[in-house]
């Protein structure tokens, strides 16, 4: 089962940064936040993933909250191609975990 | 570098009929994976493979689903007889070697409508 809340819908302005919330509560302290996204009609692709420190990539960053209950994806300059099916899923460091993804957070990105 | 390859990208069938799916991972991935994805649900996974041999099977109805990886690569999804809840599009992944922190790799998928 997931073990993450997130909101169904959001939207965003093309341009504007976009900030996807995750609520994590129960986070294990071997449990590492991943973030993947799917595109309509094609599988998902990874996007991030941190432990307690903030990360940063060249697709997004992520903001751990320091208790690791929640976090917040943020894709700086959201374009169209953005939008998609955000998922937030928790895992844990050690062995082969699978992952076990949610509902998501459907974001779509308007012109 | 060369993605996941799935093949059929579509498939319709009728209940009780026979479907196979196939995937073949990122070269050198030893870890494979396939999940089901019905349609407005995120992806559940359905059997991990690392190289030839099964880590997790416990998704995966048995009575009906089966699914081999010959020689630690190309893997098969079969289903047999297919039920009118299998329609869905199923979904292959590869990663390095399972371990966490890893990126797994998808596939465009198989979208399986049984009639």
């Known amino acids: 089962d997931a073990k993450t809340t997130q909101p169904t819908s959001m939207d965003c302005a093309e341009g504007r940064a976009a900030n996807l919330p995750c609520n994590h509560s129960t986070i294990s302290g071997n449990e590492y936040v991943y973030w993947y996204r799917q595109i309509h009609s094609q599988g998902p692709q990874y996007i991030i993933h941190?432990?307690?420190n903030n990360e940063t990539n060249e697709m997004a960053s992520l903001i751990i909250t320091e208790d690791r209950k929640s976090s917040t994806l943020i894709l700086p300059h959201a374009t169209l191609r953005d939008t998609a099916v955000y998922y937030c899923?928790?895992?844990?460091?050690?062995?082969?975990?699978?992952?076990?993804f949610g509902q998501g957070t459907r974001l779509t990105i308007n012109p | 570098e060369a993605g996941v390859a799935q093949s059929p990208r579509y498939k319709i069938i009728e209940k009780r009929q026979s479907v196979a799916f196939w995937c073949n991972p990122i070269?050198?991935?030893?870890?494979l994976y396939w999940y089901q994805q019905i349609l407005g649900q995120g992806p559940k996974l359905l059997i991990q493979f690392q190289n030839n041999g099964v880590v997790d099977d416990s998704q995966l109805p048995k009575d009906r689903f089966s699914a081999e990886r010959l020689k630690g690569v190309d893997s098969t999804l079969k289903i047999q007889p297919a039920k009118l809840e299998d329609s869905a599009v199923y979904l292959c992944?590869?990663?390095?070697?399972?371990?966490?922190?890893?990126?797994?790799?998808f596939g465009s998928g198989t979208q399986l409508s049984v009639l």
């Open positions: 899923i928790v895992r844990a460091i050690q062995g082969a975990q699978k992952l076990v």
């Open positions: 941190g432990l307690k």
């Open positions: 992944a590869s990663s390095l070697a399972g371990r966490t922190g890893e990126k797994l790799f």
């Open positions: 070269s050198g991935h030893a870890t």
